[in-house]
């Protein structure tokens, strides 16, 4: 027994994280590889012949391919928009929320309630709600005088309407963070501006700003990456269309993996997406770093 | 006039922020108001204010579709998982709390951020070999993917609060290191422990993408089944609106009476480097 504990007490440092190290190695980084190996192979799963090497070709056809393209293109404006509205808007929410008035406690229980709710049954609300002859929003809208909208059923507007959506889960997510950096900063920088007679706005993008940048670059950075696997939302609300206008890169990886069964190709192109969103991560951790 | 002035603008910021909380909360309310409609009046336009509360919905829900099965489904994977995940967590996070390893908490946050399909398509693979495709078995082992690299992130401030002079005095008592573990820091991570679970949980709960791909018809979760019910049938809007209630309360209930323990777990990982 003393034996034992006297070994669990060497070797703590090692035993400890190894459960949860053996669940990413088994769980992540050994799927991973294997993906890896896949994309490098033909391989249609349930065909009777196993993966054949075919080198880059799965690549060069993934660059060919303009349905890979445009998913691509619609992955980085969706979450280009989510990002440009989000980031601004959850800046201004944890001002009004820094201001500490007593209304602060319950505006924050409601903003958790978005970013905890199960992303199905936010679909499931919204695609009532987005209803183009009988949903509430186009009720609101004909009530302002307001043309009323085809939302999710039009080509047009199926991206930003889904953008609405983000916007609205994550908004709150971004000014909580943004809330908590504002909440730590210093006080005597803001004292001594006050001294000198600067404005509100003055102190905002002389003080505030530079003060926060981390913690605004780590809700940028958590909010891109997210935004980016966005999977539930999109494929429960649209499925991708109209007209694929909304077939984001990892619905086309969804599509080519489990529809048609390309697995090699489905995994490279993953890849690809992968490898692009690790480049745009460590450039933004590295200007993170230097602020 | 400076009173004046000063009231005017607390009316118009109290005023914002009751908009602001309309916007988030309206959704809610819409799902809520109209799971109770009678069928009639949920597909009128313009949408009907007043009308007899029913619970039909709700009823139908569960007789004409396995409902509860699904909500069992639910339970069990999530359940297990948060357990599980947490119990291998609880080590990792002390281990790299109290030794500072820097490196093996890099590990778990590029993991938390790696995109599922990557390692998702040769998962599906694997257990379609080993004949694992829609098991509890294997849902309750690829949601660790969630739980795990969460748990231990979150718990490592926990641990990393626990002065170290109570280990010391531990120590000196003739408590080996594994001992000092169960006897002080267990019990005083326990807020944090509980959080995390909670937490976990909820993203258990609320996975999706998993069990598409690897589940099926006997481990049909919530989010699945309600999913189905918006594509197959024909389009019910009393009973999506009453699937959508069943999914959501859980959550509102936790969110609402933990709420402060809940947001310094969300957004921890935005305010550390």
Not at chain 1, 35 to 46: A, K
Not at chain 2, 44 to 63: D, E, G, Q, R, S
Not at chain 2, 244 to 258: M, N
Request: include cysteine; hydrophobic fraction near 55%.
């Amino acid at each position: 027994m003393n034996k034992i504990i006297n070994f669990l007490d060497r070797y703590l440092y090692i035993i400890f994280p190894s459960f949860a190290l053996l669940v990413i190695i088994g769980l992540m980084i050994y799927p991973m590889l294997y993906s890896i190996y896949l994309s490098f192979h033909e391989w249609q799963l349930g065909a009777l012949s196993g993966p054949l090497f075919v080198g880059f070709a799965n690549f060069n056809k993934l660059f060919s391919d303009s349905a890979y393209i445009r998913s691509l293109s619609i992955t980085f404006l969706y979450s280009f928009l989510c990002l440009i509205i989000e980031i601004p808007f959850g800046m201004i929410l944890a001002l009004i929320l820094n201001k500490s008035f007593k209304s602060i406690t319950w505006i924050r229980n409601i903003f958790l309630l978005p970013i905890l709710v199960t992303p199905v049954a936010i679909s499931l609300i919204w695609v009532m709600m987005y209803n183009p002859s009988i949903g509430i929003l186009n009720y609101f809208l004909r009530g302002l005088g307001l043309p009323p909208s085809l939302w999710i059923s039009s080509t047009s507007t199926v991206i930003p309407s889904l953008v609405l959506v983000d916007v609205w889960k994550w908004t709150p997510l971004v000014a909580l963070i943004l809330l908590g950096g504002l909440k730590s900063l210093p006080s005597s920088p803001y004292e001594a501006v006050k001294i000198d007679g600067a404005t509100t706005f003055q102190t905002f993008l002389y003080i505030t700003v530079p003060l926060l940048k981390p913690t605004i670059m780590a809700a940028l950075l958590i909010r891109f990456i997210d935004s980016l696997k966005t999977f539930a939302v999109i494929y429960t609300m649209t499925g991708g269309g109209p007209a694929q206008a909304s077939r984001t890169t990892y619905l086309f990886a969804y599509d080519t993996s489990f529809k048609y069964f390309r697995m090699g190709y489905g995994s490279a192109a993953v890849m690809v997406f992968f490898f692009i969103l690790l480049i745009i991560s460590f450039a933004l951790t590295k200007l993170k770093k230097q602020t | 006039m400076n009173n004046i002035k000063n009231s005017m603008h607390k009316i118009s910021f109290t005023l914002l922020v009751i908009i602001i909380a309309v916007f988030c909360l309206f959704p809610f309310f819409w799902m809520f108001f109209n799971a109770f409609k009678p069928a009639i009046d949920i597909r009128a336009y313009p949408p009907v204010w007043t009308f007899k509360p029913t619970l039909n919905n709700f009823i139908k829900v569960f007789i004409e579709q396995p409902f509860f099965n699904y909500f069992m489904n639910s339970m069990i994977i999530a359940t297990f998982s948060t357990i599980i995940g947490v119990l291998l967590s609880l080590p990792a996070a002390y281990s790299i709390a109290r030794y500072k390893q820097g490196f093996i908490s890099l590990i778990l946050l590029t993991a938390r951020m790696l995109p599922g399909m990557v390692y998702l398509i040769p998962l599906f693979i694997i257990y379609n070999r080993l004949g694992l495709i829609d098991t509890y078995l294997s849902l309750i082992i690829t949601y660790l993917i969630i739980s795990v690299p969460l748990s231990t992130w979150l718990l490592i401030p926990y641990f990393e609060d626990i002065p170290s002079d109570l280990e010391c005095a531990g120590m000196i008592d003739g408590c080996s290191k594994i001992g000092v573990f169960f006897r002080i820091n267990l019990p005083l991570a326990l807020p944090g422990i509980a959080v995390v679970t909670i937490l976990s949980f909820v993203y258990c709960w609320n996975d999706f993408i998993f069990v598409l791909i690897l589940g099926g018809v006997k481990t049909q979760t919530l989010p699945l089944a309600a999913y189905h019910f918006m594509t197959y049938g024909s389009m019910n809007w009393g009973s999506i609106f009453a699937a959508a209630t069943i999914i959501t309360l859980p959550i509102a209930i936790i969110s609402l009476f933990l709420q402060r323990y809940l947001i310094s777990g969300l957004t921890s990982g935005g305010l550390k480097d």
